[in-house]
């Protein structure tokens, strides 16, 4: 029983993530995955769209993911290891080197992250849809009030 293991925050899910999932569970039999809590990532100043519960609902919903747990820290993950008895630990190529330490308990693996696609890509142009329709909305209420005035004044 080969078990992996991966840590993320997983916001708005997309291919990139779900590819990285697929290809990580394809390395073992069991995959774990940490996800990180709200109060874990305000100490690294991100804020996700969903809260954990949700994006740990999710996240666990994906085929080839048998456990999600929270991640709380930097510091869980030779913890998590042990205790979960891990054989790979994996990651994307973001964070190539940054992980080598954990040779010591396991193998660890980056793997190549599908490009152009992030989070953080989505909650920009997501922002920008939002400024576009706005506009285009007040624009048509502008309209419907000139309509309004137009009748009132006759
Ligand atoms: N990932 C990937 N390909 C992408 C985006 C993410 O393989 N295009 C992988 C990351 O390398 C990581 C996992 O998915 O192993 C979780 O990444 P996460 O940081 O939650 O996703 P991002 O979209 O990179 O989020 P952000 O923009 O907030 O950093």
Known sequence: MKTVLTYGTFDLLHLGHIKMLNRLSDLGDRLIVGVSTDEF????????????????????????????????????????????????????DDWRGKFDFLETQCEVVYLERTPDIST???????????????????????????????????
């Open 41 to 92: 990532n305000n100490t690294k100043g991100k804020k996700s769209l969903y809260s954990f519960e949700e994006r740990a609902q999710i996240v666990e919903a994906i085929k080839g993911v048998h456990k999600v747990i929270p991640e709380n820290s930097w510091d869980q993950k030779l913890d998590d290891i042990k205790k979960f008895n891990v054989d790979i630990f994996g990651i994307g």
């Open 120 to 154: 953080t890509k989505l909650k920009k142009s997501l922002s920008s849809i939002n400024s576009e329709h706005i506009q285009k909305l007040k624009t048509g209420l502008d309209s419907v009030l000139d309509v309004v005035r137009a009748i009132e004044q006759n």
